[in-house]
């Protein structure tokens, strides 16, 4: 745990947030701030501060994170219609968080050319 990550202090519930997910690896809470009817951020508990933070052994953790993603966008009926999935990675994607997460918006059609993780 990074003790001043936010993310970090809601996987650890001393901070709220709205979980619609939790397992021993990975947690999925409603986005504060939600770009479109369905935004979710998939999220795993492991402190990565940015996706070129990576290690060798989180490769299955990515696995599973797109696992759970694809079983959040079924129950939140996104499966049909269809979703995006955005990881923003450093200053120039406007990552605001670094805790490394994933967003899954959709329940609307989403903007082309702003595949970002806000105001699409
Ligand atoms: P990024 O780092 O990829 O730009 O996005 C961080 C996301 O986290 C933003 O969409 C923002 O709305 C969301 N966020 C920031 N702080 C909180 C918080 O305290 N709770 C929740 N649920 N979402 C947050
Ligand atoms: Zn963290």
Do not use: W
């Amino acid at each position: 745990m990074d003790d001043d990550c936010i993310f970090c202090k809601i996987i650890a519930k001393e901070l709220e947030a709205d979980f619609v997910y939790e397992d021993s690896e990975i947690v999925a809470f409603k986005d504060i701030h939600p770009a479109a009817p369905v935004h979710l951020l998939v999220v795993p508990r492991k402190h990565i501060s940015t996706l070129m933070d990576l290690q060798d052994d989180d490769v299955s953790l990515m696995g599973r994170l797109h696992g759970v993603v694809n079983d959040l966008a079924r129950a939140f009926k996104l499966d049909k219609k269809g979703f995006r999935v955005v990881i923003n990675c450093g200053k120039d994607a406007g990552q605001v968080v670094y805790h490394l997460h994933l967003h899954l918006m959709g329940g609307r059609p989403l903007l082309r050319d702003i595949a970002k993780g806000q105001g699409t």
